[in-house]
T-cell receptor
């Protein structure tokens, strides 16, 4: 099965909050990441959280981490049309003696007026 | 260079031909990843390099796919006898050798097999 799982689609009204959820399997992941991919563009790191934190806030972005449940969420306040993109959750997984960076399938966020 | 560079940015090839995709990671980054993103899909892990060695090749979809990395820097992903289902964007990322560091992505190579 997938090591990092996300729901595939989210549709929100402009001005509302968006919450994108992610679950992961490797509890040894010390950093967890959110990447953003805008249409036709590459992936850019949006934010990250260290595993000893429960929450990290950066302007309109809030990352919540429940380490016990291995659940990560990204909240975007006052969602704008420019936030329409695919959001990927990522974590390092230990496999074959090495840590490799594994991504979820991505959540496509659609913002409508 | 300043960022991860991939070439070509677009490649159209005939079914059955071989293609080579190139990735130039950020200087000093020893970890290098190849992913594939099919139309409307998420990121599929293909292969991972630590230096010149590939400890994890589990994501390569078939024996038509191979990758190498020389000098701990440039990597080449080769697809032999391309098929239409190989059409996708191939993304390369690099990061510093220790774990839990940000991975930086190239803009990708869009491969179309006709």
């Amino acid at each position: 099965g997938e090591d990092v799982e996300q729901s595939l689609f989210l549709s929100v009204r402009e001005g509302d909050s968006s919450v994108i959820n992610c679950t992961y399997t490797d509890s040894s992941s010390t950093y967890l990441y959110w990447y953003k991919q805008e249409p036709g563009a590459g992936l850019q790191l949006l934010t990250y959280i260290f595993s000893n934190m429960d929450m990290k806030q950066d302007q309109r972005l809030t990352v919540l981490l429940n380490k016990k449940d291995k659940h990560l969420s990204l909240r975007i306040a006052d969602t704008q049309t420019g936030d329409s993109a695919i959001y990927f959750c990522a974590a390092y997984m230990f496999s074959g003696g090495y840590n490799k960076l594994i991504f979820g399938a991505g959540t496509r966020l659609a913002v409508h007026p | 260079g300043a960022g991860v560079s991939q070439s070509p940015s677009n490649k159209v090839t005939e079914k059955g031909k071989d293609v080579e995709l190139r990735c130039d990671p950020i200087s000093g980054h020893t970890a290098l990843y190849w992913y594939r993103q099919s139309l409307g899909q998420g990121l599929e892990f293909l292969i991972y390099f630590q230096g010149n060695s590939a400890p994890d090749k589990s994501g390569l979809p078939s024996d038509r796919f191979s990758a190498e990395r020389t000098g701990g820097s440039v990597s080449t992903l080769t697809i032999q006898r391309t098929q239409q289902e190989d059409s996708a964007v191939y993304l390369c990322a690099s990061s510093q050798m220790w774990v839990d560091t940000e991975a930086f992505f190239g803009q990708g190579t869009r491969l179309t097999v006709v």
